[in-house]
């Protein structure tokens, strides 16, 4: 309840909340939480939301999708695994800035696409190259670069 005694609506004091926060964990020298170092998960639509209610997935898209990337990491693996992958490239470039991934749509739909940033902040296209130049001894940088090329 508001000091007028109105209902109060906290839901835009979120981030105002969450930024304060994050001061008092390092004034007081408290662990700071992982989301408000890496900015956290997005949040779920109201469209996926309304899919998985409506009982055409068993969870949002943006979770089963987070959870495919996160276990392929490379392009084939993941249209290995059935996703569908498409690539951003960079206006009248050949030069990959991005991507996008969904599941195959049901029957008459249209697949809903997500870009890596809106399945979790580590799933960027330059994030992904990081890790795969960190964690994949021997793998060519140009790999990097472009692995759709």
Do not use: N
């Not at 909340?17 to 109201?46: K, Q, Y």
């Not at 991934?101 to 997500?114: D, N, Q, R, S």
Request: charged share 25%; with cysteine.
């Amino acid at each position: 309840m508001r000091e007028d005694g109105e209902v109060a609506s906290p839901g835009w004091d979120r981030k105002q909340m969450s930024r304060i926060c994050g001061e008092l964990e390092r004034r007081f020298g408290l662990s700071v939480v992982a989301g408000r170092v890496t900015g956290g998960m997005p949040s779920i639509s109201r469209a996926e939301t309304a899919r998985v209610r409506d009982g055409l997935r068993p969870e949002p898209e943006r979770l089963t999708l987070a959870r495919h990337v996160r276990a392929a990491a490379l392009v084939a693996e993941l249209t290995a695994g059935g996703a569908l992958v498409r690539a951003r490239r960079a206006s009248g470039s050949r030069a990959v800035t991005g991507y996008a991934v969904a599941l195959p749509p049901p029957e008459g739909k249209a697949p809903a696409w997500f870009g890596g940033g809106h399945l979790a902040p580590d799933l960027t296209l330059p994030r992904l190259r990081e890790r795969w130049l960190t964690t994949l001894p021997g793998l060519d940088v140009a790999v990097c670069k472009d692995p759709w090329d």
